[in-house]
T-cell receptor, first 109, second 111 residues
Framework: DAKTTQPNSMESNEEEPVHLPCNHSTISGTDYIHWYRQLPSQGPEYVIHGLTSNVNNRMASLAIAEDRKSSTLILHRATLRDAAVYYCILRDRDDKIIFGKGTRLHILP | EPEVTQTPSHQVTQMGQEVILRCVPISNHLYFYWYRQILGQKVEFLVSFYNNEISEKSEIFDDQFSVERPDGSNFTLKIRSTKLEDSAMYFC?????????FGPGTRLTVL
């Protein structure tokens, strides 16, 4: 599986937008970019995914670079409840998820 | 909103004992998974299950482990002869196609 690189941790103020970066320079043409998050003491939770075009849903937006070698998860207005570990994952098949270390997002009140 | 449920939330067992972790996937899902997360470490894939058989398993999933779908709703993970290093959070997940939905996990403590 192609590898992703994310910062270990990030901080953001409550009610401000958060941009979580992910590098995936070895992405293949069939890899989808998925984001999951894990709130404290909970199981992982699906956030969003995309292939080439930017995507929006009720939780977040996903901005994908034109060359697909990087992407950014955007939380438009962070709340304390968004404090979690965010995982950027490449998947070319609908099978197992390989989790990395992710980015631990801290939200400051 | 439908969700994956897991029981028990916390299981304490003695080394060498057998444990069964239970999961109820979302009802129309066809693909089932078990993952584990040792404290402070990454979430690790254990096994995937489709059409009443294992479709893929990791190196962690050795003969000590087995999975079963005993009826139309439950999906179980059995760990025989537990070891101290089996202490972890165990997450069940299910999917209809691509997006996996995870349960809240069972914390297994082996003493």
């Amino acid at each position: 599986d192609a590898k992703t690189t994310q910062p270990n941790s990030m901080e953001s103020n409550e009610e401000e937008p958060v941009h979580l970066p992910c590098n995936h320079s070895t992405i293949s043409g069939t890899d989808y970019i998925h984001w999951y998050r894990q709130l404290p003491s909970q199981g992982p939770e699906y956030v969003i995914h995309g292939l080439t075009s930017n995507v929006n849903n009720r939780m977040a937006s996903l901005a994908i670079a034109e060359d697909r070698k990087s992407s950014t998860l955007i939380l438009h207005r962070a709340t304390l409840r968004d404090a979690a570990v965010y995982y950027c994952i490449l998947r070319d098949r609908d099978d197992k998820i390989i989790f990395g270390k992710g980015t631990r997002l801290h939200i400051l009140p | 909103e439908p969700e994956v449920t897991q029981t028990p939330s916390h299981q304490v067992t003695q080394m060498g004992q057998e444990v069964i972790l239970r999961c109820v996937p979302i009802s129309n899902h066809l693909y089932f998974y078990w993952y584990r997360q040792i404290l402070g470490q990454k979430v690790e894939f254990l096994v995937s299950f489709y059409n009443n058989e294992i479709s893929e398993k990791s190196e962690i999933f050795d003969d000590q482990f087995s999975v079963e779908r005993p009826d139309g709703s439950n999906f179980t993970l059995k760990i025989r002869s537990t070891k101290l290093e089996d202490s972890a959070m165990y997450f069940c997940a299910s999917s209809e196609v691509s997006t996996q939905f995870f349960g809240p996990g069972t914390r297994l403590t082996v003493l």
